[in-house]
């Protein structure tokens, strides 16, 4: 076919007229908007909407939630601006929840090694394990309804329970050493903190429960040159809390111990603490030396610390020498500092060690996926979500977001006890089980989480103390029965105790400590999953959330 | 061929394809559907005593919105034939006594990502709903649902006018009429706010 003129002349004139009608933009949109509803996408069902109150159960911290239904099924999420501890703050994770069960890697079948297997046999597996010798059960969010499912059933065996502890919870263990406090009953006093040290925790970038430090960075810190709370920041790199921070102090990766003994070395010499705690035996020279900082900087710092105090000090992880200057501060057992909270006496052991001998292990879901224990016994994996690259020899599946009733207990940092009921919102499928039915398939005679939840119930009623946070803050002691009590919580209320009335504890501190962490001789399995992305899977929400968008650091990018 | 010619074949090409673009595409892209009932809004508000729109669109007690009133909220009303008209004989022998829903067609439904709280809207910011539906809640007639060929929703929701270029206030539903009118009131909301 010839091309002529005339065809050239129509060509160019259409293709100008085009450009000039809304035909372009127009059909780019609607290709778009069709794009998105290809048969094969799942969509949520239509029909009507509901708000549901619950709480997040992929970590300890339990923020407070707004679960909108559609059908009867999750299509979204939201924070709770009520809730005492998270304020309406959820994490990228926490966005994005209701997504996960829908996740290609959800675990639907028992596994036992490279081949399918069913629930009975590894029941009958798990009970041949208990018969031949001791088992170990670890839980990654002690203090809940099945945890002490799983503690009776490993008592009736001789068997122990040990949990994996958050670095959160990790920075809090040596006060409890040293006072015989346990860590779940300490927590940070935040909120009348007028100066927070940090020593590289991420504090606004996911630290513990996200949005407590946030709201507080943001009513009381942001965007002032003169804030009432002072963050001081300690870490190598800029990171997201370090750009926002009041102060950042940029010191040599791995040497935030000797920046500890040169500032508390400063305070005593210079009297400007009383003389609490023991000298570091490290110059300030030396400390300067391994920081990177001059002598004068590490001087201005330690009078910066005590301009405005309450002053406390924040690891991030196990780290003695901090601890050690939080001592001399005088923040470890005072009003803005370390506090003791009202409740919680037990200790729990570290599953880091004492489980080499056992003959089984079971592994709560609640276990960050990374998490490896030091032992060679057959393994019992649960998990809702296939991580890959397990090395469990039997992987369990277990409910995905809200498919089971769980309790929620006070998060690992918080300074006031609460406690709450997340009620499964949808049912879960036949082919899984959690952990504790799966014991309580072994042993009948346990209890069932209803009635260990009644039961809690009924001890905050006849305890009359402490305020119900619903939509409304209702005292307990106006609480007709255990019933109303026990009803406003599987709504969404969140349980908050009294501030206690004293918060102190005494810290036992002779000499500076000469390591750098408690744990450094245990196992190197102790898991980092609030700072570093630990989760198995990530629903595309969150991955549009924390990495295309990059609002949340990556853990590589914060050690490099 | 003369300049003259070359000026004219050019200038029918350019008429041709704007008359295609701006007359003709939007008449092909979307196909008109009827509502199954004819509804009087004007009629519910002058003769029945529902003046305010909250009597049928009302907002549940968890805040979320009901939307267009199911069908038990008709047949409230509507439980026998009130008028001889077709539609009232659609209404009350095809949806009420089966006790079906009628399938009202959508103006204003969105994909299933969006997420838009009118308690908020009316609640907190205090919008009249006028100042979205303008007088819509006083016309006599249901609009001919006009659906998108391609991507299957409402002409409502990108506007009547194609070129989007000097549409009213409440005309449009992209998300960036939400944007336009949530900067006119200096609102800002993260993406989260309606992408939840």
Redesign the interface.
């Known amino acids: 076919m010839k091309l002529t003129?005339?065809d050239l002349?129509?060509?160019?004139?259409?293709t100008?007229?085009?450009l000039?009608?809304?035909?372009p933009w127009?059909?780019l949109?609607?290709?778009s908007?069709?794009s998105?509803?290809w048969p094969w996408i799942p969509?949520?069902a239509h029909g009507p909407?509901?708000?549901k109150q619950s709480f997040c159960t992929l970590c300890p911290n339990g923020c407070g939630m707004r679960v909108?239904m559609a059908s009867g099924w999750p299509?979204?999420?939201?924070g709770v601006a009520s809730h005492p501890i998270s304020r309406g703050a959820l994490c990228p994770l926490g966005?994005g929840v209701h997504q996960l069960n829908w996740h290609p890697r959800r675990l639907r079948t028992v596994r036992h090694g490279a081949s399918s297997s069913s629930w009975e046999a590894a029941q009958v597996a798990f009970a041949k394990a208990c018969s031949e010798g001791p088992i170990a059960i670890i839980d990654g969010y002690p203090g809940r309804a099945a945890s002490s499912v799983f503690e009776t059933f490993v008592q009736k065996r001789n068997g122990s329970y040990r949990t994996v502890s958050s670095p959160e919870t990790l920075a809090l263990a040596p006060y409890a050493n040293w006072s015989g406090v346990p860590v779940a009953g300490l927590g940070y006093d935040l909120e009348n903190a007028q100066t927070i040290v940090s020593f590289g925790a991420p504090l606004l970038d996911g630290w513990a429960t996200p949005g407590r430090f946030t709201r507080l960075w943001a009513e009381r810190a942001a965007g002032s040159k003169d804030p009432q709370l002072r963050l001081i920041q300690v870490e190598a790199s800029l990171s997201r809390t370090a750009a926002r921070a009041w102060q950042w102090v940029s010191v040599h990766a791995g040497s935030e111990a000797a920046l500890a003994a040169g500032v508390a070395r400063v305070l005593l010499e210079e009297h400007l603490v009383p003389a609490r705690g023991p000298m570091p035996p490290m110059t300030l020279a030396e400390a300067a030396g391994q920081t990177g900082l001059s002598t004068g900087a590490i001087v201005d710092l330690a009078r910066t610390m005590v301009a405005r105090p309450p002053v406390v000090a924040i690891a991030n992880g196990d780290n003695l020498a901090i601890a050690a200057l939080n001592v001399v501060l005088g923040a470890a057992g005072a009003r803005g500092g370390i506090v003791r909270k009202s409740k919680h006496t037990e200790s729990y052991a570290s599953a880091d060690t004492g489980i080499d001998s056992a003959r089984a292990v079971l592994i709560d879901a609640s276990v960050p996926w990374d998490f490896v224990p030091p032992t060679n016994a057959e393994v019992f994996r649960f998990a809702a979500w296939d991580g890959g690259s397990s090395t469990a020899d039997w992987l369990l599946p277990a409910p995905g977001f809200l498919e089971e009733l769980t309790d929620v207990p006070t998060a690992p940092t918080s300074a006031i006890a609460t406690y709450a009921v997340a009620p499964s919102l949808l049912k879960a499928s036949p082919e899984v089980q959690s952990a504790a039915q799966f014991l309580s398939g072994i042993d009948p005679a346990l209890m069932t989480m209803e009635k260990i939840i009644h039961a809690r119930c009924a001890d905050l009623f006849r305890g009359r103390a402490g305020t119900l946070q619903g939509q409304e803050a209702t005292p307990v002691a106006k609480f007709a029965s255990v019933q109303k009590l026990e009803e406003q919580l599987w709504k969404g209320a969140v349980w908050v105790d009294e501030p206690p009335r004293s918060t102190a504890f005494r810290c036992q501190l002779k000499e500076w400590p000469t390591t750098v962490s408690s744990a450094q001789a245990l196992s190197s399995s102790s898991v980092n999953w609030s700072n570093a992305w630990r989760a198995p899977v990530l629903p595309p929400l969150a991955s549009k959330?924390y990495q295309e968008s990059s609002l949340r650091e990556a853990p590589d990018r914060r050690n490099a | 061929m003369s300049t003259r010619r070359n000026i004219l074949v050019f200038g029918i090409g350019l008429a041709v394809t704007l008359l295609a673009g701006w007359v003709a595409f939007p008449r092909v892209l979307y196909v008109q559907k009827q509502q199954p009932l004819e509804f009087r809004h004007k009629t519910h508000a002058e003769k029945s005593g529902l003046a305010e729109c909250s009597q049928c669109h009302a907002l549940r007690d968890d805040g979320t919105f009901a939307g267009i009133p199911a069908m038990e909220t008709c047949a409230g009303c509507h439980s026998e034939k009130m008028g001889t008209s077709k539609a009232e004989a659609i209404l009350v022998d095809t949806y009420i006594k089966p006790g079906k829903e009628t399938p009202w067609l959508v103006y204003a439904q969105q994909p299933a990502n969006v997420w838009f709280s009118h308690a908020i809207h009316v609640k907190r910011a205090a919008l009249a709903c006028s100042e979205c539906h303008s007088t819509y809640g006083e016309s006599d007639e249901v609009k001919v649902y006009q659906q998108n060929r391609i991507s299957g929703y409402s002409r409502d929701i990108w506007g009547h006018s194609i070129s989007r270029l000097r549409r009213a206030p409440h005309e449009g539903m992209k998300m960036s009429d939400c944007e336009d009118c949530h900067r006119r009131h200096n609102l800002e909301v993260g993406c989260l706010g309606c992408h939840q």
Do not use: H, M
Request: charged residues 20%; proline residues 6%; hydrophobic residues 55%.
């Open positions: 003129r005339r002349l129509w060509g160019v004139a259409g100008a007229g085009l000039v009608t809304p035909v127009k059909l949109d609607d290709v908007i069709w998105q509803n969509q949520p909407v509901e708000v909108r299509v979204g999420v939201a966005f959330l």
